[in-house]
C-alpha cells in the first residue's frame, strides 16, 4: 500500500534558522514526489515535483531533495512569511496522489 | 493562479439533506479531482474525472457521487449529508502533459 509520511508534525524556527522538512514513503514504482504549501484556509499551493532519486529542486529560499525512500525540504533562513502547512504527496502506478498529514511550520521573527 | 473556482465557499446543512458542490475551471483540462482534508489526515481522494462522463472512485467514495457533463464544470453531491461528512472539500485539476495538481480555493461544509 502507498504511504507517506512526514515529520515533523509541527517546526518552530527562528528568523534566518536553516532547518529540513522530512518526507518518507514507501510507493510502487514512484512517478513523482510532489511539495505543497497550504495556508490556513487556502487550498494547497504548488511547489515542486521530484521524479527521480538525486534530483533537487529550487525556489526562493526553498530546495526539495530526493532520495529513493524519501524526500527533504530544506528551508534556508526562513522569514515569517514562509509560516505555513507544507505537504508532501508521491504518485505510483495510478493517477492518484497520496498525501501526508503535513508538517505546520511557524516562523518568529 | 489557475483558474478553479468552487461554490459555494461555506456551507452548513442538516442531516439527511442533498448537497452539490461545485467546481469550476478555465483551464480546459482534461483531469479533475475531488478531495477531502480532515485534522489528523492527508487529503484523500473521493472522485475524479478523466474527461466529460468519465469518471471513477477514490479511497473514500461511499455516500458521495460525482458529474461531469462539461469539460470545465465537476460536481459533487452528497445525496443524504452525514455528520462524518463535516470537512473541507478541495477540487483540484491537472493538465495532460505534468502530473502536478493544482488546487481551488475551498469548500467548508458542516452537516449539523
Known amino acids: 500500500e502507498d504511504q507517506v509520511t512526514q515529520s515533523p508534525e509541527a517546526l518552530r524556527l527562528q528568523e534566518g534558522e536553516s532547518s529540513s522538512l522530512n518526507c518518507s514513503y514507501t510507493?510502487?514504482?514512484?512517478?513523482?514526489l510532489f511539495w505543497y504549501r497550504q495556508d490556513p484556509g487556502k487550498g494547497p499551493e504548488f511547489l515542486f515535483t521530484?521524479?527521480?532519486a538525486g534530483e533537487e529542486k529550487e525556489k526562493e529560499r526553498l530546495k526539495a531533495t530526493l532520495t529513493k525512500k524519501e524526500s527533504f525540504l530544506h528551508i534556508t533562513a526562513p522569514k515569517p512569511e514562509d509560516s505555513a502547512t507544507y505537504l508532501c504527496?508521491?504518485?505510483?502506478?495510478?493517477?492518484?496522489?497520496?498525501f501526508g498529514t503535513g508538517t505546520r511550520l511557524q516562523v518568529f521573527p | 493562479d489557475a483558474g478553479i473556482t468552487q461554490s459555494p465557499r461555506h456551507k452548513v446543512t442538516e442531516t439527511g439533506t442533498p448537497v452539490t458542490l461545485r467546481c469550476h475551471q478555465t483551464?480546459?483540462?482534461?483531469?479533475m479531482y475531488w478531495y477531502r482534508q480532515d485534522p489528523g489526515h492527508g487529503l484523500r481522494l473521493i472522485h475524479y474525472?478523466?474527461?466529460?462522463?468519465?469518471?471513477d472512485k477514490g479511497e473514500v467514495s461511499d455516500g458521495y457521487s460525482v458529474s461531469r457533463s462539461k469539460t470545465e464544470d465537476f460536481l459533487l453531491t452528497l445525496e443524504s449529508a452525514t455528520s462524518s461528512q463535516t470537512s473541507v472539500y478541495f477540487c483540484?485539476?491537472?493538465?495532460?502533459?505534468?502530473?502536478?495538481?493544482?488546487f481551488g480555493p475551498g469548500t467548508r461544509l458542516t452537516v449539523t
Open positions: 504527496a508521491v504518485r505510483g502506478n495510478t493517477d492518484k496522489l497520496i
Open positions: 474525472s478523466y474527461g466529460v462522463k468519465d469518471t
Open positions: 510507493v510502487s514504482g514512484l512517478r513523482g
Open positions: 483551464e480546459n483540462h482534461r483531469y
Open positions: 483540484a485539476i491537472r493538465g495532460d502533459t505534468s502530473y502536478e495538481q493544482y
Open positions: 521530484l521524479y527521480s
